[in-house]
T-cell receptor
């Protein structure tokens, strides 16, 4: 069974700090990786997708993928209180278009 | 970017009635859409995968006769909760895959309350 694991948190960081969110997955055949942000009572919104080993940067967000170690992480630089939300990791395996979601990590950025 | 519209955003219905939720991809064609349910402070639970022009594929434990899914066109999928009960009260969210950018875009969700 394909599994995607995330620490539920909450992860608490001060405003301006770097928040580091981690996700591990069990299926070595996984090919596509996504990070979503979900505010309380709202639906998830896509932050970033990553497909190749290494780093991918988009503004204050950096996704890091290490297929050998089967983990994908999301770094948020200069964290803001508005970044406080649950961050969901999603993974799709090769040949499948059905994403498997982790349970999400709750991030709290305090002023 | 890809946009998925979901309606209604909030609905209150009486026990025993049926509720239809619509999910539309506005600027792309979606041969596959996904329906999720999320209870408070819990993770997304995939209910079914909706395929255009064919029967939906339901996850284990999801009653296909209770949660009717229709995907009649490349831009519209509907979920009908039949004979709703209070335990069906939840946040229902649809998602569609953008075949161009390969991302999964979510609708805004429907909060269903059965009284």
């Amino acid at each position: 069974q394909k599994e995607v694991e995330q620490n539920s948190g909450p992860l608490s960081v001060p405003e301006g700090a770097i928040a580091s969110l981690n996700c591990t997955y069990s299926d070595r055949g996984s090919q596509s990786f996504f990070w979503y942000r979900q505010y309380s009572g709202k639906s998830p919104e896509l932050i970033m997708s990553i497909y190749s080993n290494g780093d991918k940067e988009d503004g204050r967000f950096t996704a890091q993928l290490n297929k050998a170690s089967q983990y994908v992480s999301l770094l948020i630089r200069d964290s803001q209180p508005s970044d406080s939300a649950t961050y969901l990791c999603a993974v799709t395996a090769g040949g499948s278009y059905i994403p498997t979601f982790g349970r999400g990590t709750s991030l709290i950025v305090h002023p | 970017g890809a946009v998925v519209s979901q309606h209604p955003s909030r609905v209150i219905c009486k026990s025993g009635t049926s509720v239809k939720i619509e999910c539309r991809s506005l600027d792309f064609q979606a041969t596959t859409m996904f329906w999720y349910r999320q209870f408070p402070k819990q993770s997304l639970m995939l209910m079914a995968t909706s395929n255009e022009g064919s029967k939906a594929t339901y996850e284990q434990g999801v009653e296909k006769d209770k949660f009717l899914i229709n995907h009649a066109s490349l831009t519209l999928s509907t979920l009908t909760v039949t004979s709703a009960h209070p335990e069906d009260s939840s946040f229902y969210i649809c998602s569609a895959r953008d075949g161009v950018n390969h991302g999964y875009t979510f609708g805004s969700g429907t909060r269903l309350t059965v009284v």
